[in-house]
């Protein structure tokens, strides 16, 4: 007589607990697919500093919103090629005397800094050349970069998964066996140029180097845009048929 063991669920059927690994019924692959572009630049970030100094506080207030005010007034001349204008900081300071026993003024510092992104390089020679002739106003930049959104991304991301395949494939190839299912992509990050500082164009006005004729306008600066590189790296995981070895 067999011994009674217990209830038992005949309709249950086994299962085969998930591995994070290949076996030798289904082996597994894994690759890395990588892609570097290098793609022109999209926008171009100049900052602007408009100085103003002088004893009485009052009017080197004035002197200094008139000067910010010029400064602004040729930015947004330029109409769509501005993609972004801001104010990043104002300061008015006041120097005390070195020798003075008491609180007394020396002079006051006024300073304004402006950022600008364009997307059009030949207004941005024009603007800078212009900004650069105002009166105790410096030019620094350009910076070049891309936008966040750019397809230089997704074509780069692109291109890496393309490469992880054609990879994964190669490999199976030289097993003489090929792949079944792919079980994990991973996105080991994609980089780009975005806060890359090229070598930067300094530019101060006429006060600071000699003055040119008046009725002599500069002619615009001529900047080359700096190519940015954009680079893709992902992992992935795939199945394949068992090889004879």
Same mark, same amino acid.
């Given at each position: 007589?067999t011994p009674?063991?217990?209830?038992?669920?005949r309709?249950?059927?086994?299962?085969?607990p998930?591995?994070p690994?290949?076996?030798?019924?289904t082996p597994r692959?894994?690759?890395?697919?990588?892609?570097?572009?290098?793609v022109?630049?999209?926008?171009?970030?100049?900052?602007?500093?408009?100085?103003?100094?002088? @004893?009485?506080r009052?009017?080197?207030?004035?002197?200094?919103?008139?000067?910010?005010?010029?400064?602004?007034e040729?930015? @947004?001349?330029?109409?769509?090629?501005?993609?972004?204008?801001?104010?990043?900081?104002?300061?008015?300071?006041?120097?005390?005397s070195?020798?003075?026993r008491?609180?007394?003024t020396?002079?006051?510092?006024?300073?304004?800094?402006?950022?600008?992104?364009?997307?059009?390089?030949?207004?941005l020679?024009? !603007?800078?050349?212009?900004l650069?002739?105002l009166? !105790?106003?410096r030019?620094?930049?350009p910076?070049?970069?891309?936008?966040?959104?750019?397809p230089?991304?997704?074509?780069?991301?692109?291109?890496?998964?393309?490469e992880a395949?054609?990879?994964?494939?190669?490999?199976?190839?030289?097993?003489?066996?090929? !792949?079944?299912?792919?079980?994990e992509?991973?996105?080991?990050?994609?980089?780009?140029?975005?806060?890359?500082?090229?070598q930067?164009t &300094?530019?101060?006005s006429?006060?600071?180097?000699?003055?040119?004729?008046?009725?002599?306008?500069?002619?615009?600066?001529?900047?080359?845009?700096?190519?940015?590189?954009?680079?893709?790296?992902?992992?992935? &995981?795939?199945t394949?048929?068992?090889?004879? !070895?």
């Open positions: 007589m009674d063991t217990g209830p038992t669920d309709h249950t059927p086994a299962t085969t998930a591995v690994y290949g076996t030798p019924a692959i894994a690759v890395r697919g990588e892609a570097h572009l290098e022109d630049p999209e926008i171009a970030r100049i900052t602007i500093t408009v100085t103003a100094r002088g @004893k009485d009052r009017q080197t207030l004035t002197d200094l919103t008139h000067r910010n005010a010029r400064a602004l040729l930015v @947004k001349a330029h109409g769509d090629a501005v993609e972004h204008l801001e104010t990043s900081a104002l300061t008015i300071t006041p120097e005390l070195r020798h003075s008491g609180e007394r020396r002079t006051h510092h006024g300073l304004v800094h402006i950022t600008a992104e364009l997307n059009d390089f030949t207004a020679g024009e !603007l800078t050349t212009a650069a002739d009166d !105790l106003t030019v620094d930049g910076w070049w970069t891309l936008r966040p959104d750019s230089a991304h997704r074509t780069a991301r692109q291109q890496a998964v393309r395949v054609q990879r994964a494939r190669e490999y199976a190839d030289a097993l003489d066996t090929t !792949l079944t299912a792919l079980v992509l991973a996105d080991t990050g994609t980089e780009g140029t975005h806060a890359q500082v090229p930067s &300094r530019a101060r006429r006060a600071v180097y000699a003055a040119a004729p008046a009725d002599d306008e500069p002619a615009p600066l001529d900047l080359e845009p700096q190519r940015q590189h954009v680079h893709a790296q992902v992992v992935a &995981r795939f394949m048929a068992p090889p004879r !070895l």
